[in-house]
């Protein structure tokens, strides 16, 4: 089969773009070599959100995942679940992977299920490849403490607050970008201003408490102490990302600012003062630049 103009297609749910979805990407990249435009093909929305009404909390903003993806090569499609949830497994790889997106190679991971009611393995898509005479690139999966890397294990890390195992999976540091918006002004009359920022909607709430961060702004990363909940130290507060920048002066508010997390530092709790909350505050910035230090030199 001639390379011209064919399209190596990555399939799978790229809801993360963890470890093993990269896996899967560095093999459509590979075939770039042989004149293959590299392709990940990506759903509107969630599947499960067609299948069950509801999908799992987003791990990564869609803004983020297209610079990734930029950033390693490759093109991308987007379609609609939808258009593909009632195609047999031969129809999926016909009408879309080869006419539609002109597919020359397919990749996927070990446990890629595809067709009407997830009918289809990977033991399948090499059948139909075949017939089509399509290559087929299966990525193995990869390990992080003796168990598969998953966008539910990466979930449950970082719900229980395990942001290092979390970070661990997913291959960068876990984080976010929101609108600042205004706040209370009390971090500047304790010597420490922060930064507000509400999570999207369906974005994954990290464990409430505090985290060794550190914030990008201008293109410089600062290091940072970053509360996540409702701050039990001042009455009626609604749920948010309260972050303190370390070395950092300026007016950040209505600007898109970028918080990863590195480490869970405490619980949230209550202070009897506000001397106390402010000797925590500096013990806790203080933690944070070692964590941000350490992370510098590995």
Known sequence: MSTDFKNAVALGSFDGLHKGHISVITCALSFK???FIPLVLLFEKHPLLSLTGKAPAELLQTEERNRILSELGTQIKVISFDSVRNLSCRDFVK???IDSLNAGAVCCGWNFRFGKNNSGDCEELKKICDEFGLELCISDHIDVEGQPVSSSRI???????NIQLANAMIGRDFGYKYKVVTGNHRGHLMGAPTINQYFGEN????KTGVYASY???GGREYPSVTNIGLRPSFENEDLRSETCIIGFSGNLYGENIEVRLLEYIRGERKFANSDDLRSQIALDAEKSEEIFRKRGER
Not at 155 to 161: F, K, L, N, S, W
Request: aromatic share 4%; charged share 20%; no cysteine.
């Open 215 to 217: 914030t990008i702004v």
């Open 155 to 161: 979930r449950q890390a970082i719900v229980d607050g």
């Open 203 to 206: 974005f994954i709430i990290p």
């Open 33 to 35: 070599e042989r004149g």
């Open 95 to 97: 009408n879309i992977l």
